[in-house]
């Protein structure tokens, strides 16, 4: 079945490590998307990419590292620069530039820092 | 720059009865649009419906149905007959030409039975 894949779904980190989280589509999605979700808040953007090879700060992508060096894959860098990493991350992608284009999600990973 | 609000954090509803949950969006844009999301407990960010800003009719999907009106720049969901598994965050977004998705804070939604 086609979908987007995040894990692990759980992830605990001591303060000061760098955690990467990655992020697998199979739909053959140009862009992809990551996310962070606050408790009982909405989402923002980190980053974007569009293209193989390309990306896009989102609205707050200071901490946080991306690379795009294949179609299917989007992996996410929490760095150690990121002062409130504890949080729940959400990657998703979507075909196209059009308007009307869904956006699927995984199923997201909830990361601890201690 | 885009906004979307959702002013209510909590809504309640009986089940088998209709519940309104409120979107307005701030744009420059002409063209854009309109999304629901709704995310269970689980995480998981499941699409509802759709509306784009040129579309003359109110979208409908199921129980869903997306009351849009334009001059007000609001894009309120509509469920009929709710159920428990209703029960859930719900979040409205936009999307102008960029290609990015923008959120609002989202509306918890409980169905009592």
């Known amino acids: 079945d086609g979908g987007i894949t995040q894990s692990p779904k759980y992830l605990f980190r001591k303060e000061g490590q760098n955690v990467t989280l990655s992020c697998e589509q199979n739909l053959n999605h140009d862009a992809m998307y990551w996310y962070r979700q606050d408790p009982g808040q909405g989402l923002r953007l980190i980053y974007y990419?569009?293209?193989?090879?390309?990306?896009q700060k989102g609205d707050i992508a200071e901490g946080y590292s991306v690379s795009r060096e294949k179609k299917e894959s989007f992996p996410l860098t929490v760095t150690s620069a990121q002062k409130n990493p504890t949080a729940f991350y959400l990657c998703?992608?979507?075909?196209?530039?059009?308007?009307?284009?869904?956006?699927?999600f995984g199923p997201g990973t909830r990361l601890t820092v201690t | 720059a885009q906004k979307i609000t959702q002013t209510q954090p909590g809504m309640f509803v009986q089940e088998k009865e209709a519940v309104t949950l409120d979107c307005t969006y701030d744009?420059?844009?002409?063209?854009?649009?309109l999304f629901w999301y709704k995310q269970p407990s689980s995480g998981e960010m499941i699409f509802l419906i759709y509306q784009g800003s040129y579309d003359e009719q109110n979208a409908t999907e199921g129980r869903y149905s997306l009351n849009f009106q334009k001059a007000r720049k609001s894009a309120n969901l509509v469920i009929s007959a709710s159920q428990l598994g209703d029960s859930a965050m719900y979040f409205c977004?936009?999307?102008?030409?960029?290609?990015?998705?923008?959120f609002g804070q989202g509306t918890i939604l409980t169905v009592h039975p």
């Open positions: 990419s569009q293209i193989v090879n390309d990306f």
């Open positions: 977004a936009m999307r102008v030409w960029s290609g990015k998705l923008t």
């Open positions: 744009t420059s844009d002409q063209s854009y649009g």
């Open positions: 998703a992608s979507n075909t196209g530039t059009g308007l009307n284009y869904e956006q699927y």
